[in-house]
């Protein structure tokens, strides 16, 4: 039989050159024929794998593959994503990359803007009442001095 194929009446029974009748005649043979069957070769010897472990192996790697696909998928979005901007910004199309730093910028010149107006405003009025003062005071100097 080859190395590393599956172990079966049929099979050891060609390789053995014997009938398949005569492994189910003698039931200590096809008990072990039955127990190889449910074993790997590991390093020459002989390592138990059953059914079950099989499976749950499968039912493991299945999985695996799944969260796999669906990184791949997510990567391949991410990436895609990427080059979707760097393509658009390479292009000259959209707005500049650093358009939101702009606009804060904009907001902040145009509120510091408006401070220093209002701050204009009341110095221009206290400037004006100053003046009023001023005047006030020449006129009632320069008549006391006529007078």
Known sequence: MKAGGDITVSGLARAARVDRTFLYRHKDLL??????AGTAVEDGRM??????????????????????????????????????????????????????QLQRRITLLEQGLAHTK????????????ARAA???LTRALNSSVAG
């Open 47 to 100: 390592a138990a794998v059953s059914w079950v472990s099989l499976q749950t192996d499968l039912a493991n790697a299945l999985e695996r593959g799944q969260r796999l696909a669906a990184r791949v998928r997510q990567l391949e979005n991410r990436l895609s994503s990427q080059l979707g901007r760097s393509v658009w910004a390479d292009s000259g199309l959209g707005a500049p990359v650093d358009i939101d």
């Open 118 to 129: 209002g701050e204009l405003n009341e110095r221009t009025e206290e400037l004006e009442a």
């Open 134 to 136: 001023n005047r006030e």
């Open 31 to 36: 008990e072990r024929v039955h127990v190889a």
